[in-house]
């Protein structure tokens, strides 16, 4: 069967991103499994990540036509401009509406082991102190006029696992334009997406990530789905072997980073032969070339 997309799956260690804050207490974004917690980074949060460290973002343009939105027309589209590649749907004043799917999809970032409330608890005693001493007031017995705020928030950095699929035959083609970019463009966006999961780093609340896989699992497929997503699970630290071992035989690779986060490095190295993450990419970098140079 003839390859139509590009998937992988990843474990990386990464903070979750935050749902409603009530009040001055934020909380994690959080699913619910077996009658536990787990943390997690929603796929949007990865997506937009993604997109902003690709470079997908910086031709980005506008419209605030009945609703903040991408701009898309005859002009700027997919085929010409990379920011409409995770999709869009926009509608003009006058009531066309256009809509262009994305062509890479991410599933949830979900934390391997359930999640324990670490919650931090911070203020901006220096800001209210430097105000107080610029008007004569005292932090303690003032604190309301100087602006003192206690606030909270739960932290989880963990591991995670998350898949990104990418539809090799819909890269690069806006259908509502009949448009189309060519080979290179394709190929260089398909690069960029790789590159930006390689070396992936997340930002929220002031803590900077550096998310790169420790295991990644994956290449170019026939189907246009997350293959590995139900293959790759880990327990107690420990990577379940055999669903992956299973689908490498259908012509996949895997890598792993030797750091000690997964228990049972020695059986992953023995049963599933795992390269160098450098080794990984740089080969998937080398099929989606040899691909668009079909």
Same mark, same amino acid.
């Given at each position: 069967?003839?390859?139509?997309?590009?998937?992988?799956?990843?474990?990386?260690?990464?903070?979750?991103?935050?749902?409603?804050?009530?009040?001055?207490?934020?909380?994690?974004?959080?699913?619910?499994?077996?009658?536990?917690?787990?943390?997690?980074?929603?796929?949007?949060?990865?997506?937009?990540?993604?997109?902003?460290?690709?470079?997908?973002?910086?031709?980005?343009?506008?419209?605030?036509?009945?609703?903040?939105?991408?701009?898309? &027309?005859?002009?700027? %589209? +997919?085929?010409? @401009?990379?920011?409409?590649?995770?999709? #869009?749907?926009?509608? $003009? =004043?006058?009531?066309?509406?256009?809509?262009?799917?994305?062509?890479?999809?991410?599933?949830?970032?979900?934390?391997?082991?359930?999640?324990?409330?670490?919650?931090?608890?911070?203020?901006?005693?220096?800001?209210?102190?430097?105000?107080?001493?610029?008007?004569?007031? &005292?932090?303690?017995? %003032? +604190?309301?006029? @100087?602006?003192?705020?206690?606030?909270? #928030?739960?932290?989880? $950095? =963990?591991?995670?696992?998350?898949?990104?699929?990418?539809?090799?035959?819909?890269?690069?083609?806006?259908?509502?334009?009949?448009?189309?970019?060519?080979?290179?463009?394709?190929?260089?966006?398909?690069?960029?997406?790789?590159?930006?999961?390689?070396?992936?780093?997340?930002?929220?609340?002031? %803590?900077?990530?550096?998310?790169?896989?420790?295991?990644?699992?994956?290449?170019?497929?026939?189907?246009?789905?997350?293959?590995?997503?139900?293959?790759?699970?880990?327990?107690?630290?420990?990577?379940?072997?055999?669903?992956?071992?299973?689908?490498?035989?259908?012509?996949?690779?895997?890598?792993?980073?030797?750091?000690?986060?997964?228990?049972?490095?020695?059986?992953?190295?023995?049963?599933?032969?795992?390269?160098?993450?450098?080794?990984?990419?740089?080969?998937?970098?080398?099929?989606?070339?040899?691909?668009?140079?079909?």
């Amino acid at each position: 069967m003839k390859n139509k997309a590009l998937t992988l799956t990843v474990i990386a260690n990464m903070t979750s991103n935050y749902g409603e804050t009530l009040g001055n207490i934020s909380s994690v974004q959080k699913v619910f499994r077996g009658g536990k917690e787990y943390a997690t980074r929603s796929r949007e949060s990865l997506k937009n990540a993604i997109c902003v460290q690709s470079g997908f973002y910086d031709d980005l343009q506008t419209s605030n036509e009945g609703a903040m939105q991408k701009l898309a &027309n005859e002009d700027i %589209n +997919a085929a010409t @401009c990379r920011a409409l590649e995770g999709g #869009y749907m926009f509608t $003009k =004043s006058k009531g066309s509406t256009y809509i262009r799917n994305s062509s890479f999809y991410l599933t949830d970032a979900v934390a391997t082991e359930p999640f324990i409330n670490d919650a931090r608890f911070h203020n901006n005693l220096y800001l209210a102190t430097n105000y107080a001493k610029a008007h004569g007031l &005292n932090v303690q017995n %003032n +604190a309301k006029d @100087c602006g003192l705020m206690p606030y909270q #928030y739960e932290y989880d $950095k =963990s591991s995670k696992i998350y898949s990104l699929t990418i539809d090799l035959e819909k890269i690069g083609k806006d259908e509502n334009f009949g448009a189309e970019a060519d080979n290179a463009e394709k190929c260089e966006r398909v690069i960029a997406l790789i590159d930006a999961v390689e070396n992936l780093s997340l930002v929220v609340k002031g %803590n900077l990530d550096n998310a790169e896989p420790i295991f990644v699992v994956g290449g170019l497929s026939p189907r246009k789905t997350h293959i590995f997503e139900n293959a790759v699970s880990v327990s107690g630290k420990r990577l379940i072997i055999e669903p992956i071992k299973e689908k490498l035989a259908q012509g996949y690779s895997c890598a792993l980073m030797r750091n000690g986060e997964l228990s049972n490095e020695d059986e992953i190295v023995r049963e599933l032969n795992p390269v160098s993450m450098t080794e990984f990419f740089e080969n998937l970098r080398g099929q989606v070339k040899e691909y668009f140079s079909e």
